[in-house]
């Protein structure tokens, strides 16, 4: 780590600089040697940081959500090109080209930190070995090196030795525990953080092997956190715990206020504006409204939860519009009230087994249910000429039997069975 770190020595004099200046805000009301001013220096380097990188995070979301739509369309291209690795790549460049998607843009925000971690490692290692590096002179490192958080040294370590830690001014058990519990929460907070992107963020529409994908990152990276956490001085955890807690807040907000279409938060979302529809009477906020406009503009592109929204909309009597507002609807208003069902209904076409059975056995298509305009026609044109037959009374039917044909037969003579059905 310290090698990867020395890679990043270029950065360590911004890093020191920034640092510093927040230490001097936060000294002037803690005092200079306590943990909370240095602590609270490296979370404002956190937060300074994190807004830079919101531009960044913008087109993770934006590569995600793209490379969640092209998965059919790319698992299409591997199994036609299979046996063709090089026109295998030349079709996906081609589809990440038509469709504007840039795979890396999802590791952005994390590529663009890693100089800054490294280099706060680097100032951290070289305050715990007593080194002066960047704008810290020796006063301030030895205010950094009395400084502890819960009784650990900003710069002791999980695995350090007792004598080491000893030096710092602290006990061995004291650390071991603050960093114990820091790492778990840093895990726990990476494990949450990609939970609620995969339960709630995800269109569930589309089974890919990119979900199986994420969703076994889920569990990989709170364990790698873990693993490397134990190497981590405490500056360290506190910078990464903070950065952590900032992505889990900046991916609630995102999933509340801009989901994925076709996700569990879209279901959620668009039921929240629906009934400030029906409390107001109008779609309030800006993003709310383009967040319809949209959904107007796909036509019958829609997902069903789009529609579903359109249709409780409807049953309001309003419509939306192409702005993003909503507007009195007389259609809606007709077919919310159920002015649709006064309409003459059609009868639904029969198939040829049940059409077939009608016209042979009247009687018994009525006894399953079968009541409709082919099947009574067909009673009325057999009964209607019965008065008009000759009278067959006296004469032997087909059958040796003068009673009468059951309910559901034809009357009058019979074609004799087959010898294999008697």
Same mark, same amino acid.
């Given at each position: ?351 040829? #087994?049940?059409?077939? *059975? $009608? ?5 018994? &298509? =009525?006894?399953?249910?079968?009541? /409709? @305009? ?18 067959? #009374?006296?004469?032997? *039917? $087909? ?5 009468? &044909? =059951?309910?559901?037969?034809?009357? /009058? @003579? ?9």
């Amino acid at each position: 780590m310290d090698t990867i770190a020395s890679l990043f020595s270029f950065i360590t004099t911004p890093v020191s600089w920034v640092i510093v200046q927040f230490h001097k805000l936060y000294g002037a009301l803690f005092g200079d040697d306590t943990g909370w001013a240095w602590g609270l220096s490296i979370v404002s380097l956190v937060v300074l940081i994190r807004i830079c990188l919101i531009p960044l995070f913008v087109k993770q979301i934006k590569s995600t959500r793209n490379m969640q739509v092209l998965q059919p369309k790319m698992k299409a291209i591997q199994e036609r090109y299979k046996n063709d690795k090089q026109r295998q790549s030349e079709e996906m460049m081609k589809l990440y080209k038509e469709t504007g998607t840039n795979p890396l843009s999802s590791c952005l925000p994390i590529l663009a930190q890693s100089p800054f971690f490294f280099a706060l490692y680097h100032v951290l290692s070289s305050i715990a070995s007593g080194k002066t590096i960047g704008v810290i002179d020796q006063p301030l490192l030895d205010s950094a090196r009395q400084a502890h958080i819960f009784g650990a040294p900003l710069a002791a370590k999980f695995m350090d030795s007792e004598e080491k830690v000893a030096a710092l001014g602290a006990s061995l058990t004291d650390v071991r525990v603050v960093t114990a519990i820091m790492i778990v929460m840093m895990s726990a907070s990476q494990f949450f953080t990609q939970r609620q992107l995969m339960t709630k963020n995800v269109d569930l529409t589309v089974k890919t092997p990119y979900m199986q994908q994420q969703k076994m990152l889920m569990y990989i990276f709170p364990v790698i956190f873990a693993v490397m956490g134990i190497n981590f001085p405490v500056g360290v955890l506190v910078y990464w715990l903070t950065t952590n807690v900032w992505t889990m807040g900046q991916q609630m907000y995102v999933i509340n206020q801009n989901p994925t279409p076709g996700s569990k938060a879209q279901d959620q979302y668009l039921g929240r504006v629906l009934k400030s529809v029906t409390s107001h009477g109008q779609v309030r906020g800006r993003t709310r409204r383009n967040t319809v406009k949209r959904i107007v503009a796909k036509g019958p592109d829609r997902n069903d939860i789009e529609r579903k929204f359109i249709t409780g909309l409807a049953k309001l009597g309003l419509a939306a519009q192409e702005d993003g507002t909503v507007a009195k609807s007389e259609a809606a208003v007709v077919e919310a009230e159920g002015g649709a069902a006064h309409k003459r209904q059609q009868p639904k076409r029969q198939t040829k #087994a049940k059409r077939q *059975t $009608a016209a042979t056995h009247p009687g018994a &298509a =009525k006894d399953s249910g079968s009541a /409709g @305009p082919e099947a009574k026609t067909s009673l009325e044109k057999r009964d209607a000429p019965q008065d008009d037959q000759p009278s067959t #009374a006296g004469k032997p *039917t $087909a059958s040796g039997s003068s009673r009468q &044909a =059951k309910s559901g037969q034809r009357k /009058g @003579p019979q074609r004799p069975k087959h010898p294999s059905k008697k």
